[in-house]
């Protein structure tokens, strides 16, 4: 297998880094894991509607239909959670460095 350089911005490929150390892994074998497991969004869509049958399998309800009372739950416990924590968020926000560096994946 061949070497590849993929360019993206330093804080990114630090990040990577830091994932793979901490999973154990070296950045080019973590790299290989996501490669395996990460889904094209046909796939996920696939996946989705397989458990939502087992779902209706079992329950006898769609789980995919509108339920009015629920759907007000889960928005009232999503308004709840965010407004402890206004400036939450599990991501970063993304930013085009021009000054990216290489990621080199090498064994």
Do not use: C, H
């Amino acid at each position: 297998m061949s070497d590849v350089t993929i360019w993206v911005p330093s804080e990114t490929r630090d990040r990577l880094a830091f994932v793979a150390e901490a999973e154990g892994m070296s950045l080019r074998a973590w790299l290989d894991q996501l490669a395996e497991t990460v889904r094209t969004p046909a796939e996920r869509a696939e996946e989705a509607e397989r458990t939502r049958q087992i779902l209706l399998e079992w329950t006898g309800r769609d789980p995919a239909a509108s339920d009015v009372d629920a759907d007000a739950v889960l928005a009232r416990r999503i308004s709840e959670t965010t407004s402890t924590r206004p400036n939450y968020s599990p991501f970063k926000p993304v930013t085009n460095d021009v000054n990216a560096s290489a990621l080199t994946v090498r064994p």
